[in-house]
């Protein structure tokens, strides 16, 4: 089973752009979706954004779209998400996963999970 890592949190105040990574331990095919989530302190895990990786089709959910861009790097087997124009309501552990299924936004259709990475954005 893959792995994931997910690098790039950090903190930053409203308005600023972070880049999150997920490097994944092996090849994912062309049928997987790679996927970011993130779990604000006494919140559900959310869906952000995903990709399908053979094709590269994006999906974002509406309270991200047009500020976050997913994209994938096939030879490095990566999923970056560019966050810009962050607002605090962003603040969460975001977390990257692998669906082998292909395109879902329930958390629970993800087989692999990452371990997070904090994102703070404050006002």
């Known amino acids: 089973q893959a792995q994931l890592v997910e690098s790039g949190g950090g903190s930053v105040q409203s308005g600023g752009s972070l880049r999150l990574s997920c490097a994944a331990s092996a090849r994912p095919y062309s049928s997987h979706v790679m996927g970011w989530f993130r779990q604000a302190p006494g919140k559900e895990r959310e869906f952000v954004s995903c990709?399908?990786?053979?094709?590269?089709?994006?999906y974002y959910s509406d309270a991200v779209k047009g500020r976050f861009t997913i994209s994938r790097n096939g030879a490095e087997w990566t999923a970056d998400l560019q966050m810009n124009s962050l607002k605090p309501e962003d603040t969460a552990i975001y977390y990257c996963?692998?669906?082998?299924?292909?395109?879902?936004?329930?958390?629970?259709?993800?087989?692999?999970w990452g371990q997070g990475t904090p994102v703070t954005v404050s006002s």
């Open positions: 990709i399908r990786w053979g094709t590269g089709k994006t």
């Open positions: 996963a692998l669906n082998r299924n292909g395109y879902s936004t329930i958390a629970r259709d993800y087989d692999a």
